[in-house]
């Protein structure tokens, strides 16, 4: 009876805290357990009782990374309820806010957090000294992301400008000008790192994963669509009680998900990618085989190319809409609260996020319901882990931990976003 | 006159790879699309920029933020910058500049309110005392990706304010509101030092 345990206490380079531990026994992958121990946070209780109008700026406050989806994702349930529809040009404006945010998140884990593990780097500072303009890069690609959820959410940080029918100010002609100036440089860079991340050493690992992400008539997805999965699934995206569930793991602190009767599956990029190749412009299309990518990806070691097919989406579409941009005559749509519950999905940097809203005819918000994709994918994440550890059982303990912590970066999970409501038992006798 | 070339972002102005090495995963050949990334235009050499660096909402965590506030009514237009702290903001934002001064909220262990000045050009920061986060590259990484990279300013000093509390919504602790008036009055002093202090930086592009 041999016992080896690899433990991974905290994990680096993940957004929160976290830890990892696989447990193998006669070679034989025995358990794998992705620990979440980030505090739980509560925001869902505390929504409760506050106006209907502050759950875009209070569910922003959730993440430093991406704010922008938690206020999508509350102001169209928020929206739905109100029976509330945003004109073409307020609804495009949406999409390049998310846009800034999916060129922040994609770019820095790109090359900041995960171009390290594929090129034998510690860190991203240790790369930086042998690949000084591929960082220098890296941070104006993001710095043009800043500048769009900075221009459109009224600050880097936990945006402020998103309101329940549209937006609180819209920013002049003027004001946008050097914005499509920097997109048009980053056009360029965006497209080098499709082809750059596509020449980066692989490891060979395939999932036979059930993808679930939108899926919107002519959009690659963000903001809306239906929720489709790899294996058949089709449905509304209010629909998503129905058919997901939520489950309390002891090891963690935040809940797992699980498609009702079927599983495990997984949200992120390499899933909106495998359902939507479609809906990427021929272009983009050609680059990503260019980059060694066909129309579906199962190794989750290659999302790092899908994010850069992703970050090149987000450029060409919020350059699109931005060099044709006037702004409206009125920021937002008037809206009066009224009882209801609403629904709504968007598609989050690292997959699909729902949230649920009941407000009173006040408007006061009754209950909120938020699942973040970092908790659908933990399941996905260990079981990974299990099938990358049980191909490589022969390697040194070392080593197995870096690869393990690679695998785990496929996901760009963010442990604080997934941290979620515990349940706490007091016994007295 | 600065020391550092810059070596141009889109690298349009210089040409594809012109001049620098460049390798097999090198970016800098590919990169070189049709529109440069607009960048600050030439600054002048010595006039120290001041960069508070510092989140609002969170407390003591202002404390950079503030001093930055405090010296706008004392140096010349354009000398003082605030930041949130992202690293891209900071490598992109003092690559060109000779002289930086910056100041930010630590966490140490020391009693609330002491302030340290770390002379970066010398020597590492303590990365511990200012890092926010595993997912957040901010000044400590800033500072190390561009040493790495050669546009370290030559000169970079660092005042680091001890804080009590950075809970979301708290006032700011009255220790570190001493040291913020302490610091103002430190940096105003040291800028008057600089040769042709404060005189010149209007010319940065403004901050969006």
């Known amino acids: ?429 | 006159m600065s020391g550092k070339q810059h070596s141009g972002w889109g690298m349009g102005d210089e040409g594809p790879g012109e001049g620098r090495p460049s390798g097999p995963r090198n970016l800098s050949e590919g990169a070189s699309g049709d529109q440069p990334l607009p960048h600050p235009s030439s600054p002048t050499p010595h006039a120290p920029l001041v960069i508070g660096v510092g989140n609002r909402l969170r407390g003591d965590d202002a404390a950079g933020l503030l001093v930055a506030d405090l010296l706008k009514g004392k140096l010349a237009e354009g000398a003082v910058v605030t930041s949130d702290g992202d690293a891209a903001d900071l490598v992109i934002l003092w690559e060109e500049v000779d002289s930086v001064i910056v100041i930010d909220a630590m966490v140490s262990g020391r009693v609330p309110g002491t302030v340290v000045r770390h002379d970066v050009a010398a020597e590492s920061l303590p990365v511990a005392a200012f890092a926010t986060s595993s997912h957040h590259f901010g000044l400590a990484e800033a500072l190390e990706i561009s040493r790495a990279l050669g546009t370290l300013p030559s000169r970079l000093v660092v005042y680091g304010i001890e804080v009590e509390a950075t809970s979301l919504g708290t006032p700011l602790s009255p220790q570190v509101v001493d040291a913020v008036h302490r610091v103002v009055d430190a940096v105003a002093v040291e800028v008057a030092r600089e040769p042709a202090a404060g005189s010149s930086l209007a010319s940065r592009r403004p901050r969006p």
């Open chain 1, 1 to 429: 009876m041999k016992t080896r345990t690899i433990k991974v206490d905290q994990l680096a380079r993940v957004e929160g805290e976290g830890a990892l531990h696989v447990r193998i026994r006669n070679e034989r992958v025995e358990e794998v357990q992705l620990r979440i121990f980030e505090p739980p946070r509560f925001f869902e209780a505390l929504l409760r009782g506050r106006r209907f109008s502050e759950a875009p700026d209070i569910t922003a406050r959730i993440c430093g990374i991406c704010p922008v989806a938690y206020q999508m994702s509350a102001v169209h349930a928020m929206e739905q309820i109100l029976g509330v529809e945003l004109d073409a040009p307020l609804r495009d404006l949406r999409r390049v806010l998310y846009c800034g945010e999916w060129i922040e998140s994609h770019g820095l884990h790109v090359y900041m957090l995960h171009a390290p593990d594929f090129l034998g780097y510690e860190s991203a500072i240790h790369m930086a000294a042998d690949h000084g303009e591929t960082v220098r890069m890296a941070l104006a690609l993001k710095k043009v992301g800043n500048e769009i959820v900075a221009l459109f959410g009224g600050r880097e940080i936990h945006p402020i400008n998103v309101c329940v029918g549209g937006f609180y100010r819209l920013p002049s002609r003027a004001e946008v000008a050097p914005l499509v100036e920097r997109l048009r440089w980053a056009r360029q860079a965006a497209r080098d790192t499709v082809l750059w991340a596509g020449s980066l050493p692989m490891p060979e690992l395939h999932g036979d994963y059930e993808y679930v992400a939108l899926r919107h008539p002519h959009e690659y997805p963000m903001n809306e669509g239906r929720i489709v999965s790899s294996r058949g699934l089709d449905i509304a995206a209010d629909q998503f009680e129905e058919c997901f569930e939520e489950i309390h793991i002891p090891h963690s602190n935040a809940l797992h998900c699980a498609l009702k009767g079927r599983g495990a599956y997984l949200v992120g990029p390499l899933a909106r990618y495998s359902l939507n190749f479609d809906r990427l412009s021929p272009e983009i299309q050609d680059l990503a085989h260019q980059a060694g990518l066909g129309p579906v990806v199962t190794n989750p070691f290659q999302s790092i190319i899908v994010r850069a097919v992703e970050l090149l989406h987000a450029v060409e579409e919020a350059l699109r809409i931005l060099e044709a941009y006037t702004p409206s005559a009125a920021p937002r749509v008037p809206v009066t609260p009224r009882a209801g519950v609403g629904r709504a999905c968007t598609e989050a940097p690292r997959g699909m996020l729902f949230h649920r809203y009941q407000i009173d005819d006040e408007g006061t918000i009754e209950t909120a319901r938020i699942v973040p994709p970092t908790s659908q994918n933990q399941r996905t994440i260990e079981n990974d882990v299990a099938a990358f550890v049980a191909q490589h059982l022969s390697l040194p303990d070392a080593g197995l931990q870096w690869h393990c912590e690679q695998a785990i970066r496929n996901y760009d999970p963010c442990i604080s976003c997934a941290t979620h409501f515990l349940k706490l038992t007091v016994e007295r006798r």
